[in-house]
């Protein structure tokens, strides 16, 4: 169930109404006087917000509403803070006075908490009914219809371009004209390609090129836009009127369902051609694509849209499809049409503007509607380079307003506001980072859940996972890039292309989203009220706060940069995000106050070396959920920090310590990493208690020479077991220097456990008891030695889908001195297992590679990471290259493999046999070779 969300729509209006209604029950019925005004104010702020959430999906709302709509807004924001105040002041969970002087010293701060609150209740409702009154006053409410200014779409001129205008079109057009007319089945099938890219890359303009090229040779030709609210009807009798030639007017039928039918009766047996440009959604192609006959044989269906998932059922049954993933102008082309449109020619660009040209030209990134946009922009103002430069230091910025850059705006504004409310919030907060950053997601997301702009009841896990679906979503949507993915093909960051940057920082700064300070050409914003603040620090030698601005309702707080100046906590009473991370001149001195943000609900201090101790009042922080420590030099938690009984994750460095009473962190979900040996009796006891832990990281290794502290520590270890076998809903483990641990000790583990990871603990076998954990999907383990008997246990997991094995020393069977050692071989086939195995690493560098694959090996690893010593596998006895039988892994589609060994032509005739078997595998698997 979705709780109150903070958005960019609404402001804070959801949390208030929540809020509100608290306040209105049986908990607070002691303030009866305010009552009433709480149940009038609800009503009201109800009405608005579904007004607010009417309002936020018009793109061109008219002036007014737009004044309206923040003043509301920004309200609620106010409103939120007082409430807090108020529930904070009244309801705080450590005011347990002792004695009869402190006792009434509470009960006077109540009482005047009761009258500030009634206060506050009828001043807000006074604000708001004077709010709606101003609109209703100034807004014209005469019935008459009232004309607008339409604007055309850019996409639809893209069109009536002529191909000598266009650059860069040759290649992708060649590529796509060369998918739909080669290939056996092309004759006999309808040919579909569905082209995919971001707005403005010109996924219009290639579908019209490759449309006039090819439209001469079908009986049957159509192109038409969908859009992002299509209306269904409408487009069919468009295809209809197209494909038959009647004229519209006579394409009138009593249905959808019945002008499907005579579309379909009519290209029966026809060739056609079909461009299906913009389409937004599935159920949109889910419609339309009913109407085009699939046995016409040699005909054509493109759509263009900028949504993968869309590309992909287009592309699926019943059409035989391919996906056109369409890029950005490389630099040449981009200087071409850059050029060509300033000054004709690139000869003939001024020198002095050669170098500023370059670097808008990187900013624009090869997005052909940003080159065109801004150089039509350019060609309107001086020829100078200091004008110049400024266009470069604020592209969308001071561009927006200019009527050349208004096409531009109409693209990226149609992907914004097709999105829902809370995906717009999301997006918005990418304002908040500097300019080519690489953004991390699971910061992003614990951002977006800190200060609920998604937000669940079935807690932080599953609120995280909505979370990943967000970021998956915009994506899909072209609107962030995908950073680079890990081992597990997972996208773990992303960027910004700086246009799209540049366009929603104009919409953060419209609704008081975001303060940026320290931007190079844009001015702080006269919104007073700070409501999220970034410093940027550039070439400044110190960047301080302004003068003048309101930090009390910041909600959340980053830092980028050495250089600035950084403020005091005190300010900042209603923080709910902190983040800083890699804050080089963070001091413990600048932490002095961090325990009076209450509402704090992310603290982030990683990679904070001179923070070495935490203030010991941090269990005051009620409302925290994420505590990072790593990189710090903190090596003792205060004990207060047991009080933090909605913290779900603490993060932490190996070798710090932590407080008796963790219990009481009902909460907990992620705890990383725990130095056993350094931690007390009572700790390793309560551990067991934690039954909402889901991640756990523990450190084996002692950082004690204290007397006696092997037989202390073997006690420890028996404890540390005992709570572990205790923790039901324990879903990933990661051990470091435990091999006795992990030997047998750990039988049996929860079965719950999904991944298991075992760094400097080298064991001689794999344990039997890794065989019941039938939920394992990761493991990693070093291994003394690789047996067959260990691939049987292994293989036996029935959802193991990713294994790592570290191989640090072989076996040899002792022989006569007369004859060479002889190696265990193993080898891996169909009934060894591994149903749904898909990534495999196997790193013998220190032993010798004694793996072979046989036939029905691993049938789905489509990853295969190997590293050997060429040196040592002679010692098989195979008279040549190891043949590790790579052929036989049917699924095989990557193979990553580094070749050790002193002797270079031992280590070539390797890597000769590797990339000959990769040649030689029917799938031809990428090969990454060192």
Not at 280 to 306: C, E, N, Y
Not at 503 to 526: A, D, H, Q, R, Y
Not at 701 to 706: F, L
């Amino acid at each position: 169930m979705e709780a109150a969300l903070v958005s960019a729509a609404t402001g804070a209006l959801k949390p208030v109404l929540e809020k509100l209604g608290a306040l209105a029950g049986d908990e607070y019925k002691r303030f009866k006087g305010v009552r009433g005004d709480i149940r009038s104010l609800t009503r009201e702020l109800t009405a608005m917000e579904a007004f607010l959430l009417k309002m936020s999906e018009d793109e061109d709302p008219d002036v007014q509403d737009k004044v309206w709509m923040n003043e509301v807004r920004e309200l609620s924001y106010d409103m939120e803070d007082s409430i807090d105040d108020f529930m904070q002041s009244v309801g705080s969970e450590d005011s347990k006075p002792d004695g009869f002087l402190e006792k009434m010293k509470n009960s006077l701060g109540k009482m005047k908490a009761r009258r500030r609150i009634g206060n506050e209740i009828g001043d807000l409702k006074k604000q708001i009914i004077e709010v709606a009154e101003r609109n209703a006053r100034y807004k014209s409410r005469e019935a008459f219809s009232k004309a607008k200014n339409a604007t055309v779409d850019p996409r639809a001129l893209a069109i009536f371009h002529q191909a000598s205008e266009l650059v860069g079109i040759d290649e992708p057009k060649a590529e796509v004209i060369k998918l739909l007319t080669e290939g056996v089945s092309t004759q006999e099938h309808v040919k579909l390609i569905s082209i995919v890219g971001a707005g403005g890359l010109g996924k219009t303009t290639l579908a019209n090129q490759v449309y006039q090229d090819l439209k001469g040779k079908f009986e049957c030709q159509a192109f038409l836009s969908v859009s992002r609210n299509p209306d269904i009807m409408n487009i069919l009798r468009t295809i209809l009127s197209a494909v038959s030639g009647q004229l519209y007017a006579n394409t009138e039928a009593g249905s959808i369902q019945q002008l499907i039918i005579q579309i379909s009766d009519f290209l029966e047996h026809k060739s056609y051609f079909v461009v299906l440009d913009d389409i937004w959604d599935i159920d949109t192609w889910h419609a339309l694509k009913l109407a085009f006959p699939v046995t016409s044989s040699g005909s054509i269906i493109i759509t263009t849209t900028r949504i993968n998932d869309v590309a992909e059922s287009c592309r699926s049954r019943p059409f035989s499809g391919e996906m056109y993933c369409i890029r950005p102008l490389g630099m040449v082309h981009s200087r071409q049409l850059f050029y060509t449109r300033l000054f004709n020619s690139e000869e003939n660009c001024p020198s002095y503007l050669k170098e500023v040209s370059e670097h808008i030209l990187q900013k624009c990134a090869g997005l052909p509607l940003a080159i065109i946009a801004i150089s039509g922009l350019l060609d309107n103002i001086e020829k100078a380079e200091g004008s110049w430069k400024q266009v470069k230091d604020s592209i969308g910025r001071a561009l927006q307003r200019n009527p050349s850059i208004e096409g531009m705006m109409k693209i990226l504004s149609l992907s914004y506001f097709e999105l829902p409310a809370h995906l717009r919030s999301c997006l918005l907060c990418f304002s908040i980072f500097p300019e080519d950053s690489i953004i991390q997601k699971k910061v992003l997301i614990n951002r977006w859940i800190a200060e609920r702009l998604i937000h669940t009841e079935a807690g932080y896990s599953k609120t995280y996972e909505f979370g990943e679906r967000c970021f998956n979503e915009l994506i899909n949507k072209s609107l962030i890039q995908p950073g680079e993915p890990d081992r597990f093909d997972r996208v773990m960051s992303c960027r910004l292309h700086d246009t799209i940057l540049d366009f929603i920082i104009s919409k953060s700064i419209e609704e008081n989203f975001v303060t940026l300070v320290g931007v190079p050409s844009l001015m702080v914003g006269t919104q007073s009220k700070v409501r999220r603040l970034s410093l940027q620090a550039g070439k400044q030698e110190e960047l301080i706060v302004p003068r003048g601005l309101v930090l009390s309702h910041v909600r959340s707080l980053d830092l980028f940069g050495t250089a600035v100046k950084i403020p005091s906590m005190d300010k900042f009473r209603h923080l709910r995000f902190l983040d800083f991370d890699g804050c080089r001149q963070l001091e413990n001195h600048h932490l002095e106050n961090v325990c009076r943000l209450f509402q704090l609900r992310y603290l982030s201090l990683q990679g904070v070396e001179k923070v070495s101790k935490l203030p010991e009042q941090m269990g005051r922080l009620w409302c925290l959920e994420v505590l990072n420590l790593i990189g710090t030099s903190v090596c003792e938690l205060p004990a207060s920090i047991v009080n933090l009984k909605r913290l779900v994750h603490l993060l932490i460095n190996t070798n710090a310590t932590l407080p008796g009473g963790i219990c009481k962190l009902q909460a907990l979900e992620k705890l990383n990493a725990v130095t056993v040996y350094n931690q007390s009796f009572n700790f390793l006891q309560e551990l067991e208690q934690l039954q909402s832990l889901k991640a756990l990281a523990l450190d084996f290794e002692d950082y004690s020479s204290a007397d006696g502290a092997d037989a202390e520590n073997e006690s420890k270890k028996t404890i540390i077991v005992a709570s572990l076998k205790s923790l039901g809903n324990l879903l990933s483990l990661t051990v470091w220097d435990g091999p006795e641990l992990v030997g047998e000790s750990l039988c049996p583990m929860p079965l719950s456990l999904r991944k298991l990871a075992v760094w400097r603990s080298i064991i001689p076998h794999v344990p039997k008891w890794v065989g019941s954990l039938v939920n394992l999907q990761k493991l990693r383990l070093e291994l003394v030695r690789a047996e067959q008997k260990d691939f049987y246990i292994l293989g036996g997991l029935p959802v193991l889908h990713y294994l790592a094995l570290n191989i640090e020393e072989s076996e040899t069977i002792n022989t006569p001195s007369t004859e060479e050692p002889k190696v265990t071989r193993v080898i891996v086939c169909g009934e060894v297992g591994f149903p749904c195995l898909r990534i495999f690493n196997y790193d013998s560098t220190f032993a010798v590679m004694n793996l072979t694959f046989a036939a029905g090996a691993m049938p789905k690893v489509d990853d295969l990471l190997i590293k050997f010593d060429a040196e040592k596998t002679e010692s098989l006895g195979t008279g040549g290259a190891f043949d590790l039988g790579i052929e036989n892994l049917p699924s095989l589609v990557k193979i990553r493999c580094r070749v050790w060994g002193d002797d270079s032509s031992r280590v070539e005739a390797e890597k000769v046999a590797i990339r000959e078997a990769a040649n030689a595998h029917p799938n031809r698997p990428t090969l990454y070779l060192r």
